[in-house]
């Protein structure tokens, strides 16, 4: 569920740094995670978000809460890094799901992983019988993939994969909370991704950068602008989100806003064709906030999650 977005706080580039021998210790020896998933379309959505988490990033945070799991990447922004937050309910995956945090209290489990391992391991058992994924404790903490492989003979094979994860103690759990809703000026639904993806990719050969400006009346324009050239793409009648309790209250930017006014943003052309490549998910519906010259916030929206990444405005 969609929450006010508050652009995150520059972070430390490396979370190693700030782990303890003590800290990690001390929850490895309380932390427990066990899921199973049997059904094949069930395994093959999964893979799918992993896949399109590594395409957006090297390394996240993996948070697991006893009805949900979070892919974090919470970037510095001030230095023009993209944040992340991924959200999957378990129920929408696994057929089986146990998990025992830190305390009853802190009953969660953060875990920096690799997406691409992660992924990389999940490919080669989407055909499986059934699949677990436990945290175990082998030369360090591991996420252990388990499968079943059906063979040509009436035995199983099992094939295991161990992806190596660092443990996040619980001091710097604080990093990693749903962000909220920022007080955006605009929210409007985006074109089909693959046809704005051809038109980035387009546009990269270009420039290294991209406007994307969008007003209240569904119309968005994509276009760069260099000394030797202008190019602009024009999408009309793309919709704006109804944004409920939220659009009437508090956003009272958008309110007084004149439906022709364009709100717009500058990104890095590379990130956001970074966000279009990786789109394995085929959502919904997908949509973007642009904060008025500092934020490009993308949303896409699945049965099965819903993924929020934030792009800087650049000057």
């Known amino acids: 569920m969609l929450k006010k977005i508050i652009l995150p706080e520059a972070k430390s580039d490396e979370i190693h740094n700030k782990l303890t021998s003590k800290d990690i210790l001390l929850q490895k020896l309380k932390m427990k995670f066990r899921g199973k998933v049997i059904d094949v379309t069930c395994l093959n959505n999964f893979s799918r978000v992993i896949t399109t988490i590594s395409k957006l990033t090297k390394v996240c945070v993996l948070r697991l809460t006893p009805t949900n799991l979070f892919f974090v990447l919470s970037g510095k922004v001030t230095n023009g890094g993209v944040s992340m937050w991924c959200e999957l309910p378990q129920a929408n995956f696994f057929d089986e799901y146990q998990m025992e945090g830190v305390s009853a209290e802190d009953n969660d489990i953060c875990l920096e992983v690799t997406p691409e391992n992660f992924s990389r391991a999940l490919k080669t058992v989407q055909n499986a019988k059934a699949v677990k994924i436990k945290l175990t404790k082998k030369h360090c903490p591991c996420l252990t993939i388990v499968a079943e492989l059906l063979t040509l003979s009436s035995f199983s094979r099992v094939v295991t994969h161990d992806v190596p994860v660092d443990v996040i103690p619980r001091r710097l759990w604080h990093e990693f909370k749903e962000p909220s809703m920022p007080d955006f000026d605009v929210s409007i639904y985006l074109p089909p991704l693959k046809t704005m993806k051809n038109v980035v990719d387009r546009m990269k050969n270009l420039s290294n ?26 999408f009309k009648d793309l919709g704006n989100p109804p944004w409920g309790d939220y659009a009437s209250q508090g956003s009272t930017l958008s309110q007084n806003r004149d439906s022709e006014t364009m709100a717009e943003a500058r990104v890095d052309i590379k990130k956001l064709q970074q966000f279009l490549m990786g789109q394995q998910v085929n959502p919904s519906k997908a949509m973007c906030n642009i904060v008025h010259e500092r934020v490009l916030h993308l949303i896409l929206l699945h049965d099965d999650m819903t993924l929020q990444y934030f792009i800087p405005a650049v000057v």
Do not use: P, R, W, Y
């Open 209 to 234: 950068f991209l406007v994307i400006e969008a007003n209240l009346n569904g119309e968005m324009n994509l276009k760069i602008e260099t000394d030797l050239v202008s190019v602009t793409t024009h």
